[in-house]
T-cell receptor
Framework: DVKVTQSSRYLVKRTGEKVFLECVQD?????MFWYRQDPGLGLRLIYF???????EKGDIPEGYSVSREKKERFSLILESASTNQTSMYLC?????????????FGPGTRLTVL | GENVEQHPSTLSVQEGDSAVIKCTYS??????FPWYKQELGKRPQLIID?????GEKKDQRIAVTLNKTAKHFSLHITETQPEDSAVYFC???????????????FGTGTRLQVTL
């Protein structure tokens, strides 16, 4: 059974703080993704990674960076948190290959920036 | 890049009735269309998907149809039950293909409420 875990379910930070959100998957998936989920806007892709140390910008990368030093771990970094980054953050992972594979999601981290 | 529109944003049906959620996409090259269900407080989970070489796919009470010419696809839930209450997201492959990672573009979601 695929398991995707995220470091925190709830997080409260102050404006200007550096914030780390961590995601770990245990199924040896090549691909990992970070989304943010806001009411009425669906899931929007921030960054994704298709291999260790490889990353690609998604649709809304501004204000975020990522790190993938190990295959199972994908970190999202908010260099200087701002109130408009208050949101639910979801991590996902999937196999790679020529067929499109299901993305498995983590439980989410609800981040509040004060 | 790909743009996916989803309607309606909310849908209320009585138990036993059918529910239909519709999505349109913009990139004619898109060829994979998954649907995810997210129950309250839980993570999104894939419930059904369809590839562009198929016009319809069914799995028990849920079915998905695809019209490539019109660039729209729909989720159909028959004999709805209270446990079908959730937010449903459609998605389409789009925005390019880097390495072997396929980017999904999601719709904005439909909150389905099944009332007794």
């Amino acid at each position: 059974d695929v398991k995707v875990t995220q470091s925190s379910r709830y997080l409260v930070k102050r404006t200007g703080e550096k914030v780390f959100l961590e995601c770990v998957q245990d199924m040896d998936h090549e691909n990992m993704f970070w989304y943010r989920q806001d009411p009425g806007l669906g899931l929007r892709l921030i960054y994704f990674s298709y291999d260790v140390k490889m990353k690609e910008k998604g649709d809304i990368p501004e204000g975020y960076s990522v790190s993938r030093e190990k295959k199972e771990r994908f970190s999202l970094i908010l260099e200087s948190a701002s109130t408009n980054q208050t949101s639910m953050y979801l991590c996902a992972s999937s196999y790679s290959g020529t067929m499109f594979h299901e993305q498995f999601f983590g439980p989410g981290t609800r981040l509040t920036v004060l | 890049g790909e743009n996916v529109e989803q309607h309606p944003s909310t849908l209320s049906v009585q138990e036993g009735d059918s529910a239909v959620i519709k999505c349109t996409y913009s990139d004619s090259a898109s060829n994979y269309f998954p649907w995810y269900k997210q129950e309250l407080g839980k993570r999104p989970q894939l419930i059904i998907d369809i590839r562009s070489n198929v016009g319809e796919k069914k799995d028990q009470r849920i079915a998905v149809t695809l019209n490539k010419t019109a660039k729209h696809f729909s989720l159909h839930i028959t004999e709805t039950q209270p446990e079908d209450s959730a937010v449903y997201f459609c998605a389409a492959i789009g925005g390019g293909f880097t390495g072997t990672a396929s980017k999904l573009t999601f719709g904005t979601g439909t909150r389905l409420q099944v009332t007794l």
